[in-house]
Structure formats: C-alpha cells, structure tokens
Nanobody, 117 residues
Framework: QVQLVESGGGLVHPGGSLRLSCAASGSDFRSYVMGWYRQAPGKEQELVATITSRMNANYGEPVEGRFTISRDNDKNTVYLQMDNLEPEDTAVYYC???????????WGKGTLVTVSS
C-alpha cells in the first residue's frame, strides 16, 4: 500500500522560511510524479509544485520564485523549501504522488502552514 507522511509545517512570521518533507512508502516511486498542493480556508485547492523523477519541476504562479521543490529518489522523499513566506501562503499543504500514465493519485493527510505576525 502507498503511504505518504508529511512533516515540517508550523507557524512562521512573514518573510520567514519553512521546509516541508513527504516520505513515501509502498512502491518504487521512480515512475511517479511527486508534488505539493495546498488549500486555504474558503479557497479552492491549488497547485504548489510538481517534480518528475528526472527532476523536471513545475510551479504554480503564486509561489513561483519563492518556493523550490526537490526529491531524493533513493529515499522516496519529496521536499518543498518555502522562502519569503507571505500571509497568503497560509494553508494546509498536501503531498501528492501519481504514477505516469495513471489517473490514480495518492494523497497525504496534510501539514498546516501558518504565516502570521
């Protein structure tokens, strides 16, 4: 069974940084796209970033230039480095993985990021 465990969320002041981690287990994730999505209260879920096993990354416009996604294929782990955080970044951040050419996705339980002064 595929399991995703997120960590690294918390409270940070505007302009600060956080690093999220998502440890995946239950499969060989070299054939999976891995990424992060977020949802704030009253808003639609939105793309944060995705990355392939060949390290091709894609970012959502709101975080472009401030966040960096990376992955370690040996550890089956995907990371999200968040810099210059803004109050608008406050949301629950979810880890997502999807096998290539598949419509089936797996989701983590989420980790809360709160940006407030």
């Amino acid at each position: 069974q595929v399991q995703l465990v997120e960590s690294g969320g918390g409270l940070v002041h505007p302009g600060g940084s956080l690093r999220l981690s998502c440890a995946a287990s239950g499969s060989d994730f070299r054939s999976y796209v891995m990424g992060w999505y977020r949802q704030a209260p009253g808003k639609e879920q939105e793309l944060v970033a995705t990355i392939t096993s060949r390290m091709n990354a894609n970012y959502g416009e709101p975080v472009e230039g401030r966040f960096t996604i990376s992955r370690d294929n040996d550890k089956n782990t995907v990371y999200l480095q968040m810099d210059n955080l803004e109050p608008e970044d406050t949301a629950v951040y979810y880890c997502k993985v999807r096998r290539l050419y598949s419509d089936t996705a797996y989701w983590g339980k989420g980790t809360l990021v709160t940006v407030s002064s």
